[in-house]
């Protein structure tokens, strides 16, 4: 377990992350008592004394090492911000990570992270399909920094990946690997463990890092770092905001790995801001409610969609079944199915925008985690940046619905679904 602040305790047994999200990390005594952590609206702050402000400064760019009794202090909002460093202390907590960095967006944590370790001439490897803008990122932006990005299905074993890697004499020049389990909006699952000892095995003397984008099952269902994974991300816009109000990224791993990522999110300017730190406070303290509900309700609705005709395919974790090598993967890796529900409508693109122009309780809109349920058609709105060939690979098809289960009435959800697919 990564090393806890004593408050984490409770006569020396860890609280729950769950009891500690109103709490840890905060100090009411420095902020006149106030229960609540306050949005620290300042761009730079007091040192006390000029020996001070040198200290602090050595410590942020990495001069000299911290003596134990040191505490690092606050310089500037874009090296750190009391909203940011309490937040932060809380994300560790559930995924149990020595350190945490907060981004101004999903794509910050996801591009700053990459751009911490990958230099020309290095390989990324990656699962398929991931998140559109992460597919953007990789396939037009990284290669202009001749990074080359090599990617593999979902469901593959390491073995096929490392058979392409040497088919194209890439396997020297892997440095990292990210995963995107499961996979948006496929659903698709990836074995963290299996590509995580792949990572191992292929680096040898030269570390390849494994980094899982955790958004749609984490942090409560799913915690890469316990399966070897080396960084977690997030978009906190989803679950962990909740509300559909805040955008934000987030990166987790180990101190020496995330000392790495701090300087360039300090350096790039990819922070959040202080009212991001205190929304995202607000929503951690209900996250394990939220998502506990939404999980609820769409395994509820899950099961409607299973029965009704016009619905030709179903991609819900919770419906995955013994033997499928989906399912033995979802065993080892994950403690709950979640919130997120794809499906294929009989027909194609017309029958499908049918149902979302029908639904009334279902938002049509992007996005997902929020306290409300949203529809939308990846293969024309997220996902309308990949290749149309590979999409078709990938199996996002033009009859794929996506729908982010909120935490409405599970009986309302269901009657809005079913007036729309009745309709065809
Ligand atoms: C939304 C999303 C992102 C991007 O996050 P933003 O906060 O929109 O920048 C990355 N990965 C996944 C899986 C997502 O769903």
Not at 205 to 219: E, K, M, S
Not at 237 to 244: A, D, L, Q
């Amino acid at each position: 377990m990564a090393e806890r602040k004593p408050e984490g305790y409770l006569e020396g047994r860890p609280l729950h992350p769950e009891s500690l999200m109103m709490s840890y990390g905060y100090k009411p005594a420095l902020s006149q008592g106030a229960v609540k952590c306050p949005i620290f609206q300042t761009s730079t702050f007091v040192f006390k004394t000029a020996e001070e402000g040198k200290s602090f400064f050595e410590l942020a760019y990495g001069l000299r090492r911290q003596r134990p009794d040191e505490e690092m202090g606050l310089i500037y909002s874009r090296l750190n911000n009391p909203d940011l460093e309490i937040l932060e202390d809380r994300l560790t907590l559930w995924d149990d990570a020595e350190a945490a960095a907060t981004f101004a967006s999903g794509m910050a944590a996801i591009s700053t992270t990459l751009l911490s370790f990958l230099r020309p001439g290095d390989v990324l490897l990656h699962s398929e399909p991931v998140y559109g803008g992460t597919d953007f990122l990789l396939k037009h932006v990284l290669p202009q920094f001749e990074i080359r990005v090599v990617g593999f299905a979902a469901g593959a074993p390491p073995e096929e990946a490392e058979t392409r890697l040497r088919q194209l004499g890439l396997t020297d020049r892997l440095k990292m690997i990210l995963i995107e389990t499961p996979a948006n909006p496929t659903n698709a699952l990836v074995d963290i463990a299996a590509y995580a000892a792949f990572a191992q095995r292929l680096g040898g003397d030269q570390r390849v890092i494994t980094a899982v984008d955790n958004t749609f099952l984490g942090p409560l269902w799913q915690q890469p770092l316990k399966h070897g994974a080396d960084l977690v991300l997030y978009s906190a816009t989803k679950y962990i905001g909740g509300h559909s109000d805040v955008i934000a990224g987030v990166c987790l791993g180990s101190n020496e790995l995330m000392t790495q990522v701090k300087l360039m999110r300090t350096i790039m300017g990819t922070m959040a801001g202080p009212q991001t730190g205190w929304l995202l406070m607000r929503s951690l303290e209900t996250l394990k409610l939220r998502m506990t509900a939404q999980m609820k309700t769409a395994r509820h609705v899950a099961a409607f969609l299973s029965e009704h005709p016009a619905v030709e395919r179903l991609h819900y974790l919770g419906c995955l079944k013994p033997g499928d090598s989906q399912y033995e993967v979802f065993q080892r890796q994950c403690s709950g199915p979640g919130g997120m529900i794809s499906f294929e409508v009989k027909g194609g693109e017309r029958e499908a925008f049918r149902v979302l122009n029908e639904l009334k309780l279902f938002h049509l809109a992007v996005s997902l985690g929020g306290t409300e349920s949203l529809a939308e058609h990846p293969a024309t709105m997220t996902h309308a940046d990949v290749d149309p060939e590979e999409r078709i690979e990938m199996g996002i098809t033009p009859a794929m619905i996506r729908l982010s289960i909120g935490v409405e009435n599970p009986e309302d959800l269901i009657d809005d679904l079913k007036l729309a697919l009745d309709l065809i």
